[in-house]
């Protein structure tokens, strides 16, 4: 498969299991999967039809690990904007996390430190480098270090995702450190 195929399928993959499974009449369970024969069959009748092979190779080749395959099931692995339960336990930090965002969004993120937005929670990056092509997405990148062990230490609740994505409801601006 060339690779502009592995990116449309997996877009359409993201778009939905995570924001718009209604659209093609899918019903997420409470952790978010469905059955590779269920998304198959409403591919194919939303006019894009993917081979189930192909489904295991974007699955596969993906950098970013976005989806997960499981006994005969698939899930967004984190990112998602309805209603899901990915069941993941609460996890330490490491002493610091980064946060790639835009320099318009300073201003705000200021006063209110970092909101889900859209999604479920704040996304948070491991390095500084996955940080900035993050950012990158939305133009000039600008990352802010997250003071993450002594949010821990002051009880707010971390998760780690099946990629690596570290989740949290809100950064309040103390713990946040801008360039
Ligand atoms: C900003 C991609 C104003 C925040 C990426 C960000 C990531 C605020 C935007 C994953 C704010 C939300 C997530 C506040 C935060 N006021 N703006 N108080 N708090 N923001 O896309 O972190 O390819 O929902 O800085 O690689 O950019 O989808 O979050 O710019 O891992 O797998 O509001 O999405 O992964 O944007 O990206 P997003 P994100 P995938």
Redesign the pocket.
């Given at each position: 498969m060339d690779e502009q195929r592995i990116t449309r399928i997996s877009k359409y993959l993201?778009r939905h299991l995570r924001h718009d499974p209604q659209a093609i009449g899918l019903v997420l369970d409470s952790g978010g999967w469905v059955e590779v024969e269920t998304l198959l069959r409403a591919a194919a009748e939303d006019g894009f039809p993917i081979t189930e092979e192909e489904l295991r190779e974007v699955v596969a080749a993906d950098a970013?690990r976005?989806h997960a395959l499981e006994g005969g099931r698939i899930r967004a692995n984190?990112?998602h904007s309805v209603p899901v339960d990915l069941g993941l336990a609460r996890a330490e930090p490491p002493a610091v996390l980064y946060?790639?965002?835009?320099g318009r969004?300073l201003a705000?993120?200021r006063?209110?430190?970092?909101?889900?937005?859209?999604?479920h929670h704040?996304?948070l990056?491991p390095d500084r480098e996955?940080a900035t092509?993050?950012?990158a997405?939305?133009g000039v990148p600008v990352v802010l270090v997250v003071a993450a062990g002594r949010m821990h230490a002051d009880g707010y609740a971390f998760r780690c995702s099946a990629n690596g994505?570290w989740l949290v409801d809100h950064v309040p601006p103390p713990y946040l450190l801008f360039p």
């Open positions: 993201s970013k976005r984190q990112g946060h790639g965002t835009v969004f705000a993120i006063d209110d430190g970092l909101r889900p937005m859209s999604r704040v996304h990056s996955t092509r993050v950012g997405r939305r994505v």
